[in-house]
């Protein structure tokens, strides 16, 4: 409960600065502050043969923030210009992913980060992930100060649309992300 506690600070401090940068004033801060969290702790056994499984299989989170406790044993991988990279952990920090929601809610300025888990060959890893988004029922959709004069690049989500897309599409990559990316119409050619 401790830690839930202090994670959920770091995600509202973060959260603050967030909307900052985006020019958002932090009257919504409130709204993080009612939402939801999710701890979710894995552990991956020695695996003999790493090079047939992997521990986790590439993915986008679906929240705004993800913020992850590790051991000291390499495992996580960031994909950065279509090359896997392995993120060295440090013992004691937090790395903090960036989710769908925030890529939505930001108008694209944020970018979800897709990521995977490999298994090692002698070591075991574990890990404690703190995932945080807006409550269950809200609407996620970039303020209107974000998308003043631009194009809006993602239809308003929630989590319900989220589950019934996990539940019926494949799972794998950012392809809910990609579910709900605006199709620009262009207009029909004229034929003389």
């Not at 973060?14 to 932090?26: D, F, R």
């Not at 552990?43 to 679906?62: K, N, Q, R």
């Not at 979800?112 to 002698?122: D, I, Y």
Request: with cysteine; charged share 20%.
């Amino acid at each position: 409960m401790s830690y839930a506690k202090h994670t959920k600070g770091v995600f509202l401090v973060l959260m603050e600065a967030i909307l900052e940068t985006l020019g958002v004033g932090t009257g919504m801060l409130h709204e993080f502050q009612q939402g939801t969290q999710m701890l979710v702790m894995n552990h991956f056994p020695p695996c003999p043969e790493p090079e047939l499984v992997l521990g986790m299989p590439p993915h986008s989170d679906y929240g705004f923030l993800t913020i992850l406790l590790q051991d000291k044993v390499k495992g996580l991988q960031v994909q950065h210009d279509d090359h896997w990279i392995t993120v060295d952990p440090i013992v004691g920090s937090l790395f903090v992913n960036v989710g769908d929601h925030l890529e939505i809610f930001s108008n694209g300025r944020y970018k979800s980060v897709l990521h995977r888990v490999l298994v090692n060959r002698s070591k075991s890893r574990s890990s404690v992930a703190s995932l945080h988004s807006l409550p269950f029922d809200s609407v996620v959709r970039p303020p209107p100060e974000i998308v003043d004069g631009e194009e809006r690049l993602y239809a308003d989500t929630d989590f319900a649309s989220f589950l019934n897309y996990m539940t019926s599409h494949e799972t794998k990559h950012k392809h809910f992300l990609e579910s709900r990316k605006v199709v620009a119409v262009l207009p029909a050619a004229k034929i003389n």
